[in-house]
């Protein structure tokens, strides 16, 4: 039985037709569209697409950014305008011939590594997706935990420093605003803007407002020095929530994914090596080990089919 499972991110629209053992047979992607009305189009059609080119999909299911309740509706989401109040599982069931199943992207994500990914066979695991935001899915107990009205794991939105950059959600410090893709690119921007980081300057034509987070990734993954230092002390900020969230659920197992995870150890490794100084008595406990999402960007699309199998009863 295929499914398919669409994955809508800040930047990218990623939407796969998978078997149940979490194969890809076939891929589609694109940038995503301003405008909830534009995104529901765009996942209708990528749909249609998909299905005619692997015949037999069965049901569809979407991870949005955002809080995302029991009923598939997403009330708010910082990264994705125009998503407030919109009954996405309602207008895309409307669209579609086959039964749609809607869940924020994280908890889709996390759903994918755990049935066919790093998390395999734990029962235990803090997924975070480090992207235009910070996600989070929390698998306890083997099962996604999603709250009492559907809106748990908001990972990216409790406060690590109340003096600290403004959230895209309007707060300010929140994790997410320190350790996201978005603020890796402000970091490198004010690396550049003190003259630390020619390096990644370079990579962005010699203009300190086009940097983003690609090119300070870029210039790590090339050994440059600007970029690896850059790189280590935004790690910094990300085992600095990691580590509180290590100390409040205790999981067996830390999965990193989302659009930063093709960073692989030049991330991965300096969040590891940080992560020890935030955890209590971390000398004294098994600290989880932190490990990249072994299905990468693709998650987010993969848990989503894998969600959409649970709307197909068994034969």
């Excluded at 990528?46 to 979407?62: K, N, R, T, W």
């Excluded at 086009?210 to 900020?237: K, N, Y």
């Amino acid at each position: 039985m295929l499914t398919a499972g669409v994955d809508i991110g800040g930047t990218k629209l990623l939407a796969v037709a998978a078997t149940g053992k979490g194969e890809i047979v076939a891929e589609r992607r694109q940038a995503t569209p301003a405008g909830a009305d534009a995104v529901l189009s765009a996942i209708a059609l990528v749909v249609a697409d998909l299905m005619a080119a692997a015949p037999g999909i069965a049901a569809v299911g979407v991870g949005l950014p955002g809080l995302v309740d029991l009923d598939g509706a997403i009330h708010y989401a910082p990264n994705l305008p125009g998503f407030v109040g919109v009954p996405a599982r309602e207008r895309l069931a409307a669209r579609l011939p086959v039964p749609v199943a809607v869940d924020n992207d994280a908890n889709v994500a996390a759903l994918g590594e755990v049935l066919h990914g790093a998390g395999r066979g734990r029962r235990e695991v803090l997924v975070v997706t480090l992207g235009t935001g910070i996600g989070g899915g929390l698998i306890i107990n083997g099962t996604v935990n999603r709250g009492g009205f559907g809106l748990a794991a908001e990972i990216g939105h409790f406060t690590v420093d109340r003096d600290g950059p403004v959230c895209a959600c309007g707060e300010r410090g929140h994790w997410e605003a320190l350790a996201s893709g978005t603020a890796l690119g402000r970091r490198a921007r004010e690396w550049a803007a003190r003259g630390d980081a020619p390096g990644v300057l370079a990579r962005a034509g010699g203009v300190v407002e086009a940097i983003t987070g690609h090119e300070a990734g870029e210039s790590a993954l090339a050994g440059e020095a600007d970029g690896r230092a850059i790189l280590t002390e935004h790690a910094g900020d990300v085992a600095l929530g990691l580590g509180g969230l290590v100390n409040i659920f205790d999981p067996e197992l830390v999965v990193i994914g989302g659009g930063l995870v093709h960073l692989g150890e030049a991330l991965i490794g300096p969040i590891r090596a940080a992560l020890p100084a935030h955890v209590e008595a971390a000398d004294r406990r098994t600290v989880p080990p932190v490990v990249a999402a072994a299905l990468g960007e693709q998650a987010g699309a993969v848990g989503a089919a894998a969600l959409a199998r649970t709307l197909v009863p068994p034969p």
